[in-house]
């Protein structure tokens, strides 16, 4: 994945202008540190075609203008990803909101994950 220190590095972050925005990629950035630093599992980051990409393109800001090109340019990179699957698994699983996940966009993730989880309940439903 994508990590905090590849926006640092390029000085993305500094770059973010102000506003609710610039919170979320914060926000967004400081996840994903957390989860680079992560030991404890998920192997599959250690594979993941993103780890040397520009987290602008991984969690850019908007949804029109320079955001869709930065979003069809991350999907480009994830699909050549070895572990897309593990990846959108765990996004959806983990209610990642923002950015580009296993080749999804914020709003196509939000459909997958409101039908995994009508699928989960009525899975609990008849069990
Ligand atoms: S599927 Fe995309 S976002 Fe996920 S690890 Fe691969 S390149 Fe990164």
Known sequence: M???NDA???GAADRVPG????IDKRVAMDMMSVLATDADGNPWRDRA???AASAELFFPIGRTGD?????EAAKAVCRT?????????FAIETN???????GTSEEERDRIRRAWLARRRRTRISA
């Not at 955001?67 to 979003?71: G, T």
């Not at 990803?81 to 698994?89: D, G, K, Q, W």
């Not at 990642?96 to 296993?102: F, P, R, S, Y």
């Open 19 to 22: 506003g609710r925005a610039a």
């Open 8 to 10: 640092s590095s390029s």
């Open 96 to 102: 990642q909101e923002a950015g580009v996940w296993g």
């Open 2 to 4: 994508v990590s905090r």
């Open 67 to 71: 955001a869709v090109e930065h979003i």
């Open 49 to 51: 075609a993103c780890q």
């Open 81 to 89: 990803c070895p572990v897309r699957e593990a990846c959108l698994r």
